[in-house]
């Protein structure tokens, strides 16, 4: 009994990391902004009274997503480059 229950919970866990996905990155169109946030903010609102109920009591303002209301991109980010030994001589 108690070796099918560990079968069964180990199981269990094993399923739930197979099945868990990341989360895709996606812009909103509202910011949280001010205080603990850099530019552009946190952009994770789809109206702007979702946006204005988080920021309600904790010092920020809702502003409009600017790589959404302005067309820009984010920056890639910077590949580490790994430096070549020289060459041996022979």
């Known amino acids: 009994m108690r070796k099918t229950q560990l ?7 094993l399923a739930g990391f197979v099945t868990v996905t990341p989360a895709a990155a996606r812009d909103y169109p509202w910011c949280a902004q001010g205080g603990e946030y850099d530019y552009p903010g946190e952009c994770a609102y789809s109206t702007l009274e979702q946006c204005q109920a988080s920021v309600s009591g904790r010092l920020l303002f809702c502003d409009r997503n600017p790589r959404l209301a302005y067309g820009l991109q984010p920056e890639p980010q910077p590949r580490s480059h790994r430096r070549k030994r020289p060459a041996a001589p022979y």
């Open 7 to 13: 079968a069964l919970l180990t199981l269990g866990v």
